[in-house]
Structures are given as structure tokens and as C-alpha cells.
T-cell receptor, first 113, second 115 residues
């Protein structure tokens, strides 16, 4: 069974631009969670989608948004990029109940110049 | 507010010996715990999990122990192998509540296993 895939793997943007990252979950998984990993803050939860609905959101500004499609694929968008948005963005998929294991993709490395 | 803490940034172990990685949590609502292993430039790989109704779970060389009263869990790797060298993250979730999909992670422990 194919794992979680994320595209692109690497991205370089400049301040003020916006970016869209994509995540394809494991087949059959309906939940997708997004995380940001930085050296200073570690792994931080951004938001979770299940059946095209956002069920949970972390403490990030409104510049960070996401959506999920009917095939469970998810995208996250960051608008008006700041230098501090440089990070590894990870998505994870699961079946969607609380104790289901989340399986992570390889991540997208975003660099903001 | 660090709700999940891994107080040892690094651990060095000889091949064949036991590796013990520790994790403490403060949120009593957490009821499901996971350990992940991560290599640089890759996503975390799931290792093992434990529900709060248990105090031990084993999977091959990996065993996780949970002490709810102390809000402490540990991951034991026996025997340790050089391929186990990676960053290990402890994560927790309130599985029974409305924290849908929200894993709270510790800061990670770098494990180095020497041949």
C-alpha cells in the first residue's frame, strides 16, 4: 500500500508570496493532519481535516489555511509569507478516530527568502 | 506551555545494549501515546503506541511503558542496533475528546548507537 505523499518536496519563495502544498493520504484514510516543524518550536499542529471538514485547528495565524477534497487529498496554503514560515511542513493521514495511528509523509521543505 | 517533554536531548548507547528514552507529560487529558522515529529530511515513522488503559506494550525490540500516576512514559529498545540511530519523538493525544488529529510532540531525543 502506498504511503503518504507530499508535493513538492522542496520550495523556495520570497517574503509576501503565497504557497500551496499538497498531501495525498494513504488509500482509505479520511483524516489528514498538518504539522510545522522548526528548530525552535519543534513539531506543531496546524489543522486536521476529515471528510472535507476542518475538525481541529492549532494556534497559527489566519494566513495558514487548508482544505480537503472528496478523495481525501488535502492542500494547505500560506499567504503573505514571512521569513519565520521557513520550516518542514508535514502531513499525516489516519482513518480518523482518536486513537488511530497517524502516518506521516516525507514533508515539504519551505524556505522563505 | 510544553505539555510533552523529553528532557534528554541526546542519548549514546553501545550496539547490543538497551536504549531507554523518556518522556513526561503534564496534560491529564492525554490518553493515547505514540513514539516516532525520524531521520533528517524525512517524515516521522511510527514505532509503537500505548493506550492509557495499559501500562506496557511490546512490539519486537520495542517496548513502551506508561506510568499514569507519574505522567511518564519510556521507550525501551533491546538490543540497540546502529540503524536505530535517529531522533525519537514522543507524542500524545486526547483520543477520547475532540482533539481530532492533534498530536502534541516532545522536542525529541537524538539516539546514537555505536558499533
Amino acid at each position: 500500500k502506498a504511503g503518504v505523499t507530499q508535493t513538492p518536496r522542496y520550495l523556495i519563495k520570497t517574503r509576501g508570496q503565497q504557497v500551496t502544498l499538497s498531501c495525498s493520504p494513504i488509500s482509505g484514510h479520511r483524516s489528514v493532519s498538518w504539522y510545522q516543524q522548526t528548530p525552535g518550536q519543534g513539531l506543531q499542529f496546524l489543522f486536521e481535516y476529515f471528510s472535507e471538514t476542518q475538525r481541529n485547528k492549532g494556534n497559527f495565524p489566519g494566513r495558514f489555511s487548508g482544505r480537503q477534497f472528496s478523495n481525501s487529498r488535502s492542500e494547505m496554503n500560506v499567504s503573505t509569507l514571512e521569513l519565520g514560515d521557513s520550516a518542514l511542513y508535514l502531513c499525516a493521514s489516519s482513518f480518523g478516530t482518536g486513537s488511530d495511528t497517524q502516518y506521516f509523509g516525507p514533508g515539504t521543505r519551505l524556505t522563505v527568502l | 506551555d510544553q505539555q510533552v517533554k523529553q528532557n534528554s536531548p541526546s542519548l549514546s548507547v553501545q550496539e547490543g545494549r538497551i536504549s531507554i528514552l523518556n518522556c513526561d507529560y503534564t496534560n491529564s487529558m492525554f490518553d493515547y501515546f505514540l513514539w516516532y522515529k525520524k531521520y533528517p529530511a524525512e517524515g516521522p515513522t511510527f514505532l509503537i503506541s500505548i493506550s492509557s488503559i495499559k501500562d506496557k506494550n511490546e512490539d519486537g525490540r520495542f517496548t513502551v511503558f506508561l506510568n499514569k500516576s507519574a505522567k511518564h512514559l519510556s521507550l525501551h529498545i533491546v538490543p540497540s542496533q546502529p540503524g536505530d540511530s535517529a531522533v525519537y519523538f514522543c507524542a500524545a493525544i486526547n483520543a477520547g475528546g475532540t482533539s481530532y488529529g492533534k498530536l502534541t510532540f516532545g522536542q525529541g531525543t537524538i539516539l546514537t548507537v555505536h558499533p
